[in-house]
């Protein structure tokens, strides 16, 4: 369970559309991540619902989930909300087309494995370190 201990990560992720094969994660590419991308590890991650926000939202207003699927479906009935119910945060990368390395940490919290002195995240992070250097 990497960066479990340091909650690396929380509130806030990103990711990307993935399939998995023979046990595997593969991108989809459907929404837009290139197909060079290499998946390296995942976490699920969903978006806060009317229950579990740390702030509820008022009758009126939409929680968060409601107001993603809004944004994204102009719509909030409970199919649309239910398509983005489940996501993942994504660990991978890929070269660009200008021959760069891009690396994402699927999280904006991987400084707290850091500063908690997590092994793993610290390994990886060398190792990223060490290859890009």
Known sequence: ML??????????CDGCDFTS???LPYPTG???TPAT???LGTAPAAHFTRTTAARPPKPHEPAEDEFIAGRLFGTRDPAAVERIAHGHA???S???AGGGTVV?????????GLAGRDPQVERITANVLDRLG
Do not use: K, N, P
């Open 3 to 12: 960066g479990a201990g340091a909650t690396i990560v929380g509130y806030e």
């Open 21 to 23: 094969r023979d046990g």
């Open 30 to 32: 459907e929404d837009g």
């Open 37 to 39: 991308f290499t998946i």
């Open 90 to 92: 994504v660990l991978g």
């Open 94 to 96: 890929y070269t660009s």
């Open 104 to 112: 994402t940490s699927g999280c904006t919290d991987w400084a707290h």
